[in-house]
Nanobody
Framework: VQLQASGGGLVQAGGSLRLSCAAS????????MGWFRQAPGKERDFVAA???????YYTNSVKGRFTISRDNMKNTVTLQMNSLKPEDTAVYYC?????????????????WGQGTQVTVSS
């Protein structure tokens, strides 16, 4: 599986961005998909995940602001980010895991995209 993330950019606090991740491969629909982010000098942290059943899971800091969704016909997963804060600034990565179990742990994921920069100015 190859993953290609896009949609990052510069936005003011309170604004919105929509990240997309396009996946190759015929088994996308069976994968659990996740978004992670990594700020400079920090570890890569979990943001959100979605199962093939469309069950979702979010880290507490983005609940109510971010929405993860998927389109199995188009092999894409999307992260809609609203009410952005400066602390959301990071490189955002999409990831895929073969097991259907939702996970916030980076090493549970088998495939990673290249990352897209999100910068939120105050």
């Amino acid at each position: 599986v190859q993953l290609q993330a896009s949609g990052g950019g510069l936005v003011q606090a309170g604004g919105s961005l929509r990240l997309s991740c396009a996946a190759s491969g015929h088994t996308f629909g069976s994968y659990t998909m996740g978004w992670f982010r990594q700020a400079p000098g920090k570890e890569r942290d979990f943001v959100a995940a979605i199962r093939s059943s469309y069950h979702t899971y979010y880290t507490n800091s983005v609940k109510g602001r971010f929405t993860i969704s998927r389109d199995n016909m188009k092999n894409t997963v999307t992260l809609q980010m609203n009410s952005l804060k400066p602390e959301d600034t990071a490189v955002y990565y999409c990831a895929a895991k073969r097991s259907g179990i939702l996970s916030s742990i980076t090493w549970d994921y088998d495939y990673w995209g290249q990352g897209t920069q999100v910068t939120v100015s105050s």
